[in-house]
């Protein structure tokens, strides 16, 4: 800290962010709660308790339950193979790990309606052996994991640089195998890094809009995830409806929240004990 | 166990790591590879260990105990092998960390928990750190964690012991402590060992056998005193230690001339305050160092060239040079190399 700054300029600082802060995230929080329990409790958990609402629930969970394990495999073997190997068109798979951040989702969901729909090649090819992709469940879980996947190599590519490999090495020397190596050496060091990646995207998952939109289809009870189903509740004027189910978006961001810094803790931790024995 | 290389090679891209090195250890030895950085030992070692692999040129082969090893992984070849900076597993205690070679070896092979404890702890007896075992690594000193590194590759009772520049990371005199301790575990428990170093007064100390390496190559390879009294070339005498160069005209008795190199330690040079016979140079005295176990001195001579000079305390005394002086060199002892020839 510069401690040249004179008081004012530290309180004016503080003050300009906390008053940022909760304009945009502490008012909108507040109003969502608001809104939600406008027409009392007893309305909040009716909007709760419709069924198209736990469909879109139920599909939430299923599209993060297949996105974070799926992640966790293509992370960890991304980070593994830009930390540990040498090999042509490694720098090119750096930029491609982060493409998703850099297109819209909504792009990204039409290209795989393109790529996918009934209309294009593979996407025919499927109807006719009864698969649908888009519209349907699998086109979802498949616009969430690209919208996801930089997450977790993302969190683990700098981390594995810093830790090197000499350890890895000196357990190949004392014996152990591959798969042993990953478990007893290689994880215990990463898990940490690793879990906060899965948060990011877990939250994503749970929250994405735009690619899940364009693939979906809209159809209640059956295509249409938490977002996805708050506005069409919306869209019918249903505003207590709405914020209902879009204060139960809130709570997963609330806890996910929780869980990011708990685990940003233990990592500072973990840096600071490597930072002490080198 | 004894191992043989034969014609080894490695190129990373342009660079060459080493070029054509033969060398063969013996059952039992403790040898040194001892070189500037870039001269290829630790690549070397890291060839022996399955962590590189050899270019495959024709000719090219290791064996160890005479059988030819093919592209093994290091875990096949048993070698315990301590790094400079101990790779220890930070989330392991000290007991894990030295059990660990015990307990991923496959089930038919490993031993039963009792008798992995039992191994484990006399291993700690022998670096003495029992008290220690509950210890994470990160609590640990830089000179324990260099025996709890030992302890751990000892574990698999290897065939050969590797050790790359194990005392690199620690201050001096830790450095010089564990030296002497590890020439004596290694005669308690002589496991044929290779040490990497680049420091010639660890080599010296502590190994049988002194390899020298230079650009990928062996420049000289033989005992502590060999490599010391007699060093092969020019390069192997200024790497060794503390070297006067001068420059002389040698003449035969056929009066034929040719201007040279003339290379001494500095204690093979004599200082007195009067000329006399085999006295050559004249200077003066510009520095006296007596805080060591001999005094040095620095002259320098009419030439403008400065020669360093050790002698003995008593020596010193009786010669009554001080700072200032005007002394006479006398050398007793030089070496002429072949390149350093100019006719």
Known sequence: ?278 | MNIRLEHISKHFGSFTALDDVSLEIREGELVALLGPSGSGKTTLLRIIAGLEAADPLPGAAIYFDGRPLDVRSPAERRVGFVFQHYALFRTMTVFENVAFGLRVRPRRFRPPEAEIRRRVMELLSLIQLESLAHRYPAQLSGGQRQRVALARALAIEPRILLLDEPFGALDAKVRQDLRRWLRNLHEKMPVTSVLVTHDQEEALEVADRIVIMRAGRIEQDGTPEEVFHHPRSAFVMDFLGQVNLFHARLENAHGEAALTRLRARPHELDLSLQAGKGTSLRGRVRRIQTAASLVKIEVLTEQQETVVVEMPHDRFQESGIRLEDTVFVRVKDARVFVEDYSI
Not at chain 1, 49 to 67: E, H, S, W
Not at chain 1, 196 to 214: D, K, P, Q, T
Not at chain 1, 257 to 277: C, G, N
Request: one cysteine or more; aromatic letters at 10%.
């Open chain 1, 1 to 278: 800290m510069n401690r040249g700054d004179p008081p004012w300029v530290r309180r004016t600082l503080i003050g300009v962010a906390l008053a940022f802060l909760g304009l945009v995230l502490l008012v909108p929080l507040a109003a969502v709660f608001g809104e939600a329990f406008r027409n009392g409790a007893a309305a909040y958990w009716r909007s709760i308790a419709d069924p198209a609402t736990l469909a879109a629930l139920r599909l939430t969970l299923l599209v993060a339950a297949i996105a974070v394990p799926l992640n966790a495999v293509f992370g960890l073997a991304a980070a593994w193979a830009v930390t540990r190997f040498d090999f042509r068109g490694k720098n090119l798979l750096v930029t491609l790990i982060d493409l998703p951040f850099a297109v819209s989702p909504v792009i990204s969901g039409l290209v795989f309606v393109l790529l996918l729909g009934s209309h294009s090649m593979i996407g025919g090819w499927l109807v006719a052996h009864g698969v649908r992709v888009i519209f349907a469940v699998p086109g979802i879980v498949l616009a969430t994991l690209f919208v996801t996947f930089p997450f977790v190599a993302r969190e683990l590519i700098p981390l594995m640089q810093e830790q090197g490999s000499e350890d890895e090495q000196a357990a190949a020397t004392l014996g152990a195998g591959g798969w042993q190596i990953f478990r007893r050496v290689t994880l215990p060091r990463i898990r940490w890094a690793l879990l906060y990646g899965l948060v990011l995207v877990n939250a994503r998952a749970i929250g994405e809009f735009g690619a899940v939109s364009v693939v979906s289809g809209h159809i209640r009870g059956a295509t249409n995830t938490l977002p996805l189903h708050v506005e069409i509740l919306y869209n019918e004027y249903n505003i207590a409806g709405a914020f209902a189910v879009a204060s139960l978006l809130c709570l997963f961001a609330l806890a996910t929240l929780a869980a990011k810094s708990v685990l940003e803790w233990k990592i500072r931790r973990a840096r600071a004990a490597l930072a002490a024995q080198s």
